[in-house]
């Protein structure tokens, strides 16, 4: 079945950089599209945009215009998540979900998460 | 953005209870809806999607109603392993949205 294996936690300091990965498995990566999707400490979801697995096409949520770049990798059936100029209010869980699609879409499965703690 | 406001916040039930969690969205979006499960330190899982269409494996007792602007996600008769928080999602426009989540405690 589908599967969604995320790289582990990162600690960086305010102003740096994240990369997070998403290797995705079970599936036809190409077929489904990649959200990610946020969560702060004792905070709720915030989807974050979304990267096409067949083309790459993106569609970043305003708020994260200009400072996150989503990616794929197709020969590695890997999605990656990039933030920069990070603050403090960045620390949150960051999932990958994928989209599955009926009528409309969805997120199934999810990955585990990576928690990533920005501090000085 | 579309708004998307669940009640109540939290609740206290009992096992066995019927429990109700709705959720409202700030203008209509047809059926495109979604409902979640997440467990403290977990991922969240999907339960419902289209509003109404159960996800494969999640048990009878979950059900997902409404249209436009009223949803509702009903646990027929809750179970030590539903104590969780639910969320309800849209997927009618870009950017997708959340709502805050109602959390389902243990009278």
């Known amino acids: 079945q589908a599967q969604l294996v995320q790289s582990g936690a990162e600690v960086k300091k305010p102003g740096a950089s994240v990369k997070v990965s998403c290797k995705a498995t079970g599936y036809t990566f190409s077929t489904y599209g990649l959200s990610w999707v946020r969560q702060a400490p004792g905070q709720g979801l915030e989807w974050m945009g979304w990267?096409?697995?067949?083309?790459?096409?993106?569609n970043y949520a305003q708020k994260f215009q200009g400072r996150v770049n989503m990616t794929r990798d197709t020969s590695t059936t890997t999605a990656y998540l990039e933030l920069r100029s990070l603050t403090s209010d960045d620390t949150a869980v960051y999932y990958c979900?994928?989209?599955?699609?009926?009528?409309?879409?969805?997120?199934?499965?999810w990955g585990q998460g990576t928690l990533v703690i920005v501090s000085s | 953005d579309i708004q998307l406001t669940q009640s109540p916040s939290s609740l206290s039930a009992s096992v066995g209870d019927r429990v109700t969690i709705t959720c409202r969205p700030s203008q209509s979006i047809t059926t495109y809806l979604n409902w979640y499960q997440q467990k403290p330190g977990k991922a969240p899982k999907l339960l419902v999607f289209d509003a109404s269409s159960l996800q494969s494996g999640v048990p009878s007792r979950f059900s997902g109603s409404g249209s436009g602007t009223d949803f509702t996600l009903t646990i027929s008769s809750l179970q030590p392993e539903d104590f969780a928080t639910y969320y309800c999602q849209q997927s009618f426009s870009s950017p997708r949205t959340f709502g805050q989540g109602t959390k389902v405690e243990i009278k």
């Open positions: 990267v096409s697995g067949s083309n790459g096409d993106t």
């Open positions: 979900a994928r989209n599955d699609y009926g009528d409309s879409d969805w997120f199934d499965p």
